[in-house]
Each structure stands twice: as structure tokens, then as C-alpha cells.
């Protein structure tokens, strides 16, 4: 069996959706080493996600690499709306 991949947490913040990406801007995540950055993300099966994201949502995802293609998302949840926005 196959050693499952690592998987990182973050909050971020949507900039763009697509049928299968998201672009999303996230904080630095130190145990990828980082810098705070605008990037794709593979998204899970439409099923899985919540209805209604927006570009401007903040979220928080759980990720694992994938070798020569985009890091793949594997949760997706909505945050709360910072207050007072």
C-alpha cells in the first residue's frame, strides 16, 4: 500500500474558481517552507465541495502535494466572514 502523502492546513482566501482549479491566496505555510502567495489548487469532486463559493470567500483547505501536477485540495470548508468587512 501506498504511504498516503503528507496533508497541510491552511486559511485562505478565494481569488478565482474554475471547473476543476481554484485559485486561492494563502499565508505562509512553514512546513512547506512558503511565502505568503497567490496560487492553483487542484479542487476534490464538485460533491464534496460546499455550494455557492465565491471569488473573496475565505475558506480553510486541507492539501497534499501530487508530483508534477497541482497540490491537491482534499477538504474545503467556508470561514466565518471576518467581522466588521
Do not use: N
Amino acid at each position: 500500500s501506498t504511504p498516503t502523502a503528507p496533508r497541510y492546513t491552511t486559511d485562505a482566501v478565494i481569488d478565482a474558481l474554475g471547473s476543476d482549479t481554484v485559485t486561492l491566496t494563502h499565508p505562509p505555510i512553514a512546513a512547506l517552507k512558503w511565502p505568503q502567495m497567490k496560487m492553483d489548487f487542484q479542487l476534490p469532486p464538485r460533491a464534496q465541495l460546499p455550494r455557492d463559493l465565491e471569488a473573496g470567500d475565505r475558506v480553510q483547505i486541507e492539501f497534499e502535494m501530487q508530483d508534477g501536477d497541482l497540490p491537491r485540495i482534499t477538504r474545503l470548508q467556508p470561514l466565518a466572514p471576518e467581522v466588521g468587512k
